[in-house]
């Protein structure tokens, strides 16, 4: 039986309209939280809350679909309102919102890439911190988590751009741990490869050779990073905040990015 420890309470997990935004999104769904999904893509975020309803039992009123861009302030505070007015309360925030349209040797990147790269993963999220502890988390207090990546940890070679904008958002994440305390926590996972659209051009083809640098010789779920995230949102990590935890299969004991 899941625990139903978001009674009560509201989310926005933001990129959910898949992968493992979607994940998150069900898993406090079915811990009972209200939840506001959001995605660029209206018709992508229209699907995604048909089949959340679909999939978590007694959750056709807890779900609401805001369409937006995250690196867009007035499509951040669209989200933020239509939570709070539908909802009463924003308790939870979830950044898990990354893109990266640019790959390999740094000295021939597309700065206006890296750029987009940096407003959306970095500046983004924390346009959604801003809104969401000016609207609620101020006086009410909730908990924040941003979904960063082992990129931000180690170096890789081929996600240069994107691992930096992480290593951005994991400081950014302790620095507002420290700021927004005693009254909001915040914290991140740092996941490794995980079986999503996202990431499949990282395994597609080659998952078995993929996994062999994982001590688990498996590549991870959307759910296990779900469950990771939930239990960070819950009050059973009460006393946890400024943490980025791996959830990565082991990856980066060996010493290694693979």
Excluded: C
């Amino acid at each position: 039986m899941t625990a139903q420890d978001f009674v009560g309470k509201a989310a926005l997990v933001t990129g959910a309209s898949r992968g493992i935004g979607y994940a998150i999104a069900r898993e406090l769904l079915a811990r009972g939280a209200s939840v506001t999904i959001t995605s660029r893509k209206p018709d992508a975020v229209a699907a995604a809350v048909e089949e959340l309803t679909t999939e978590v039992a007694d959750s056709e009123k807890r779900v609401l679909g805001v369409p937006g861009n995250a690196g867009n302030g007035e499509d951040r505070e669209r989200a933020v309102t239509e939570t709070l007015e539908r909802f009463g309360s924003l308790d939870v925030l979830i950044n898990n919102t990354g893109i990266n349209p640019t790959f390999g040797f740094l000295p021939d990147a597309d700065l206006d890439a890296v750029r987009k790269i940096f407003d959306v993963n970095v500046v983004g999220a924390l346009g959604f911190v801003q809104l969401a502890w000016k609207a609620w988390m101020s006086e009410h207090g909730g908990s924040i988590v941003n979904v960063a990546s082992v990129a931000g940890l180690r170096s890789s070679g081929v996600l240069g751009a994107y691992g930096a904008s992480k290593a951005a958002l994991i400081r950014l994440t302790e620095e507002l741990a420290w700021q927004l305390g005693p009254k909001v926590r915040v914290n991140a996972v740092a996941p490794a490869v995980v079986k999503t659209k996202f990431a499949e051009s990282l395994y597609t083809g080659r998952e078995e050779e993929a996994s062999q640098a994982y001590p688990l010789k498996r590549l991870g779920t959307p759910q296990d990073v779900a469950s990771l995230v939930a239990f960070l949102a819950s009050e059973g990590a009460g006393w946890i905040s400024g943490e980025t935890v791996r959830v990565d299969g082991g990856l980066l004991a060996t010493g290694t990015m693979g």
